[in-house]
């Protein structure tokens, strides 16, 4: 145990090493460039006023405080939370390819936002879209377990096939709502639809904060049964695991968990896909420990793909969509390609 647990610890320091300084220079790269010592001495001052002399303008301040460091603290909980709940589908449904769009949960954030920007309006100010986007989240999280239910399908595979099903009937909903909708608004909905950071605010931050620090610590105290499910239904059952019950609470968690990084980031696919992978590589098949890696993995990736997303095109705004749709397909053709090696 010790043998594998010391090299775990040092990569757990590692990362979060990585993490901080990643922050750092998330916040310091943009249009505007502010040098990283820069950045690191207003965020001290605005933490502890007084620590350091100010020898910086306002505009600097306000770029680093109001507009970027949020942004880079959203990147990293929607980076975090997506990357555990792929993680966690790949464990229950025992399905690699598994990540938060496959229950259709992206699909209702989308329709709900669509319905929003294109048709009932800002009926609750700044907070309607991010709230249309968690209600239509969990409204196909629901349709998903009433179609299982309703047609007997509480098996792995068949919850999957539920999920896709719901996803193309829900995006085929969403379409209709753009071809009805204003059409000098479609700019912002696929914007949104492509994923984007760029409406960060401190107080949006507390709502993906509050859904990680109760959901990321229940996944680290049944990683032991995650791993169970890895194996297979009957083997999970024979440990006393009540195997359909704890699916559908991951199942329900996930959504939660994507429900929430959807309002405020639109759909950014392929972080849950392809980080859970690199967390087994670096860290071992365990849930003890994939879980914690896919966390700082997933925050560090989006908080790079931001970066590349708000720079490649500077002043303007990439969908950051767009950065791990092609980081998720070249990884994805390296990983066929490295497969197929070790099968030859």
Known sequence: MNSHSRPFGLLLLAGLLVLLLSILAAIAAGAVAIPVGTVFRILGDAIVPGV?????????????????????LL????????????????SVTRNPLADPHLLGISSGGAAGAILALLHTGLFLGLLTVPLMAFAGALSATLLVLAVSRLASAQSADRLVLAGVAVSFIIMSCANVLIF????????????????????????????????????????LLRAEDLNAMTIGDETATTLGIPVVRFRL???????????????????????????????????GGSY??????????????????????????????MPIGVVTGLTGGLFFIFLLRSKAGNGR
């Open 52 to 72: 350091f002399e100010t020898d910086w303008s306002k505009g600097r301040e306000a770029i680093v405080w109001d507009i970027r460091f949020p942004r880079v």
């Open 75 to 90: 990147a990293g909980m929607v980076g975090a939370g997506l990357a555990v709940v792929g993680a966690t589908l790949q």
């Open 249 to 283: 609470t991951v199942f329900v968690l996930g959504a939660v968990i994507t429900g929430v990084m959807v309002a405020f980031s639109g759909i950014i696919g392929f972080v849950g896909l392809m980080v859970p992978h690199i967390a087994r590589f670096l860290a």
């Open 180 to 219: 009805l909708g204003d059409p000098r608004a479609t700019h912002t909905v696929v914007f949104w639809m492509l994923g984007g950071l760029g409406l960060a605010q401190w107080s949006h931050l507390v709502f993906p904060l509050a859904v990680l620090a109760v959901t990321v610590p229940y996944f």
């Open 288 to 317: 003890r420990r994939i879980v914690p890696a896919s966390l700082l993995l997933g925050a560090i990736f989006l908080i790079w793909a931001d970066v590349l997303a708000r720079t490649l095109m500077a002043p303007e705004d």
